[in-house]
């Protein structure tokens, strides 16, 4: 893994990306809970399409303290202001960072994206992106920046297979390929299954627990 | 080719980069009200994006914030006047009733304000210091008069930049909303060109006597602010 971006003082950056309804907020809802009982300090920044529906579920949901959680609208524009006009996620994020001295860690949900979407690395340091089965099995065959260059790959709603007529082994062989060897985790974030091993990589690839 | 003419290329080229809707100021995220208007049904036609426009750049950008902009340049010509932008500041955010457009524009100036402290654009760090410590506020047109006089701008390529990218900023907004198209949009830039050298060719006003008057817009962006779904800021 290239850390040669990590000479940003503060607490790291995770950039969560994906197509609307993949599961992005069940995916932070699932992972929150978790690094906070381990002692990990949080921040979120949401960019919503429309509403601030995602940052008021999670203020509401009652994982995370609702001041440390912050909206940023992105005037229909969600891949621009995570790649080529991130200032107002960056705003957003140094904000977190002066008004909590403590934070390890902000996650960053994007607004909703088609699979060309990136995260730019001036913005976050580390990215997965969030497809489900739901959206069909040749989600992987269409390939897409997104889907290659993230540093992780979530194949989220594995429950949901067999009433959308998804071959998950085939999905899963698939992906693997067209990730080359980077990692793929499927997940279920309703009942937490591969939520563990997404947390496995957080920590060792951006919180750097095993170095 | 002249020493002369290289010099104007690369000024140029300055203008064109800081003009440029590439570069990064946050400026896809505020619509002015734009996005409420059209919402209610007010505004949903090119003649109507042309007269919102239009009251945008002669009620707002003529009387306030271009005063702002011209005085913060002014203050950053030599040394940083920080009083005088602290100054000015507060001139702006006085005269900026609703607390959308005054947070956008603070969240707008901090914006680039923060590239411009990474491009290390001299004068740009102290401003933005005083901002972060909670002695200055950093609105929009303030931090633009700073960023460009320190990027070597001259103060009419400054007003010309920030009305420009106003301009750009609601056009691209409109299309975003399903108003105009691409080529609309195109015509719309180049009416307000018009509109833009009129108003720059007439002395900017003081800063003690800047003054806005743009109540539909006003009303507008109140009333987004309790809107449920929105996709700008303003």
């Known amino acids: 893994m290239n850390l040669s971006h990590y000479h940003r003082p503060g607490p790291a950056r995770i950039g969560i990306g994906g197509p609307v309804g993949s599961g992005k907020t069940a995916l932070i809802e699932a992972i929150v809970p978790r690094l906070l009982s381990s ?11 429309v509403t601030r529906e995602d940052a008021e579920r999670l203020k509401a949901g009652g994982l995370i303290s609702p001041d ?5 609208e992105c005037g229909a524009c969600p891949h621009t202001v995570i790649r080529e006009d991130p200032t107002l996620n960056i705003e957003a994020i140094e904000y977190l960072e002066r008004t909590f001295s403590s934070l390890d860690l902000v996650l960053l949900e994007s607004g909703g994206d088609n699979l060309a979407s990136t995260f730019s690395l001036d913005l976050v340091d580390w990215w997965m992106f969030v497809i489900d089965v739901g959206a069909g099995a040749d989600i992987p065959r269409k390939r897409g920046p997104g889907l290659l260059q993230c540093d992780l790959l979530i194949v989220n709603k594995i ?9 998950i082994c085939g999905l899963k062989k698939e992906a693997e390929e067209v990730r080359g060897g980077n990692p793929v985790i499927f997940t279920n974030c309703r009942n937490g299954e591969g939520i563990e091993d997404v947390l496995a990589h957080i920590r060792r690839c951006v919180l750097l627990e095993d170095m | 080719m002249s020493r002369e003419s290289q010099s ?26 734009l996005e409420s208007l059209s919402s209610d049904g007010s505004v949903n036609s090119f003649e109507h994006i042309e007269e919102f426009i239009h009251s945008q750049l002669y009620g707002r950008w003529a009387g306030l914030d271009r005063a702002c902009l011209v005085s ?15 100054e000015i500041d507060h001139i702006m955010d006085a005269a900026t009733l609703p607390s959308l457009l005054r947070e956008g524009s603070l969240r707008a100036g901090a914006a680039i304000l923060g590239v411009h402290t990474k491009l290390k654009t001299p004068g740009v760090t102290e401003y933005r210091e005083y901002i972060l410590s909670g002695n200055a506020l950093g609105h929009l047109a303030v931090s633009q008069g700073a960023c460009f006089s320190g990027s070597g701008l001259s103060v009419v390529e400054t007003e010309v930049i920030s009305a420009h990218t106003l301009v750009v900023g609601l ?17 719309l830039i180049s009416l307000m060109g018009t509109e833009i050298e009129k108003i720059i060719s007439l002395p900017a006003p003081e800063i003690e006597e800047a003054w806005c008057f743009s109540p539909v ?17 303003n």
Do not use: W
């Open chain 1, 159 to 167: 429950d949901i297979s067999p009433h959308v007529g998804v071959d």
């Open chain 1, 39 to 49: 002692g990990v300090e949080l921040g979120i920044v949401t960019n919503d399409l």
């Open chain 2, 72 to 86: 913060a340049h002014t203050a950053c010509l030599d040394q940083v006047d920080i009083k005088r932008l602290i």
């Open chain 2, 171 to 187: 056009a691209s907004a409109a299309i975003r909303l399903g108003i105009i198209g691409h080529i609309e949009s195109q015509s």
């Open chain 1, 68 to 72: 440390r959680v912050l909206g940023v």
């Open chain 2, 217 to 233: 817009s006003d009303i507008a962006v109140m009333k987004h602010e309790v809107s449920e779904g929105r996709l700008f800021s």
């Open chain 2, 8 to 33: 104007n290329i690369l000024s140029l080229l300055n203008v064109l980069r800081h003009g440029d809707s590439f570069f990064p100021s946050g400026a896809v995220a505020f619509s002015y009200g």
